[in-house]
């Protein structure tokens, strides 16, 4: 093989362990491991020649080319065949000139990253299109796994069902009951996973899958399996690309269970490593205040992990209360001088509802991040100048809900500053021309 990945323990115990064994932690101290790449076969090849490959693989979008996770499948997965990738066209998103958004939040060069538009609807995509594949490869080498399972705070068991079924894998599915929306609710439903809505939160959830895989008949695909974050740092390296290989100077990604945060490191440390970027933006870890472990543990200089029962927020993929790639995190914030700020349910569905008035259509984890945005700027530790990428990580088609909400001002502890409502009027020309006289007055 020209190409080699294998886990390694983070924490530097020695050994390999193939991508295609069943192991979550390392067997000698239990920590997380990390997918590594053999990276001098990598930069055997210059930074010119892999630009320009990828390059050319985008744009002709032949299979698997047309994924945006394997258009550089040497750099994630390479010993995976051709005929086991379970892919549905995922990434290759949006990279969004926020220009109004921008001018209201004082920023000029605003970007948003917009990974909602994917399969399922999230970034998560990214992550389980690796995942599946693999198990996949596994399954052929007469490995005894049954089905894949996952807990989940909505958009992973909406990614794993669909990959699953288009893999024609079983697929379990772990839910806090009554914390997901109806749309997340209903995708793993549709794809015929089996669905279990359980009476606890999401760390609840997370605790009982740990326990129901451990005989590893039934594969684990949290983001503690790091083949997940494998396929998220793809992201990364892909709006490198589309800004010609240049890096931005922030990125601000919602954070909650911690494994996106750190592939977007991952992801960065390669390119970096190989000579195609030469710096490193400063990552932003955004977090709703009901469910900030991780900023209160940036709060305390990380001496300590702190974990938490999280409250109820209306960013309800990243209420989660212990982190489970904490010590990765960290390692991505403070190798990229990064920031962890956290937002009010007010802070976060305003920011969220002005974004949509400039044409976005956010999510409520993207509001995070933009009511982040407005912070530091204010703060000044993001400069009017620079270059700032925002990830939408899911698509606020999935979260009508919160969104009804808002506008109906009936959000618990939220002033909706720019709630709209829909007129209902008669039938009658007249009484319409009124209307619409007196509201363009208005907003003139
Ligand atoms: C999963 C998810 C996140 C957070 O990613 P983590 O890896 O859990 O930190 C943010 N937004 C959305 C919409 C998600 O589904
Ligand atoms: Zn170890």
Not at 218 to 227: D, G, K, Q, T
Request: net charge neutral; proline share 4%.
């Amino acid at each position: 093989m020209e190409y080699s990945a294998y886990f390694a323990c983070i924490n530097g115990c020695s050994g390999k362990h193939s991508l295609y064994q069943i192991i979550y932690v390392c067997p000698k101290c239990g920590s997380l491991l990390e997918v590594r790449h053999d990276l001098e076969s990598i930069s055997k090849k210059s930074p010119e020649y892999w630009k320009s490959e990828i390059d050319i693989r985008v744009a002709g979008m032949k299979w698997p080319y047309s994924s945006g996770v394997w258009c550089m499948r040497e750099w994630i997965a390479p010993d995976l065949h051709d005929d086991n990738i379970v892919s549905m066209h995922e990434g290759h998103s949006n990279l969004f000139f926020a220009e109004r958004l921008g001018e209201k939040l004082g920023v000029k060069n605003l970007w948003v990253k917009l990974c909602g538009n994917s399969h399922t609807g999230s970034f998560k995509d990214l992550g389980m299109t690796v995942l599946v594949s693999v198990v996949k490869q596994m399954m052929q080498h007469n490995n005894p796994v049954r089905a894949i399972a996952c807990a989940s705070t909505g958009d992973t068991s909406a990614s794993l069902a669909a990959y699953a079924a288009a893999a024609g894998i079983p697929a379990i599915v772990f839910l806090p009951r009554d914390k997901i929306t109806s749309a997340q609710l209903i995708q793993p439903i549709a794809n015929g996973a089996q669905v279990l809505a359980l009476d606890t939160d999401f760390d609840g959830c997370m605790e009982i899958v740990r326990k129901v895989t451990e005989d590893n008949s039934i594969y684990l695909a949290n983001s503690i399996n790091s083949l997940r974050v494998e396929g998220q740092k793809s992201v990364a390296i892909e709006i490198v690309r589309q800004f010609k290989w240049e890096p931005p100077d922030w990125i601000i990604v919602p954070v909650g269970n911690l494994g996106n945060i750190t592939a977007l490191y991952k992801g960065l440390h390669l390119l970096n490593a190989i000579g195609i970027i030469s710096r490193m933006p400063r990552l932003v870890g955004a977090q709703a205040a009901n469910a900030n472990p991780f900023y209160m543990s940036y709060q305390n200089g990380f001496i300590e992990k702190v974990s938490m029962t999280a409250k109820s927020t209306i960013a309800s993929a990243i209420q989660i209360g212990d982190p489970v790639s904490y010590e990765k995190a960290v390692k991505a914030i403070k190798k990229t001088d990064g920031i962890v700020e956290e937002a009010s349910e007010h802070e976060l569905a305003n920011a969220g509802a002005l974004a949509d008035l400039t044409g976005l259509y956010t999510c409520p984890h993207t509001a995070v991040a933009l009511a982040v945005l407005t912070k530091l700027v204010r703060k000044g530790s993001i400069k009017s100048d620079q270059k700032v990428v925002v990830i939408s990580t899911a698509n606020g088609l999935k979260f009508t809900g919160s969104k009804k909400s808002y506008h109906s001002e009936t959000i618990e502890h939220v002033k909706s500053l720019h709630a709209n409502t829909a007129m209902n009027l008669p039938a009658d020309a007249t009484v319409v021309s009124d209307a619409i006289e007196r509201k363009l007055n208005h907003s003139r």
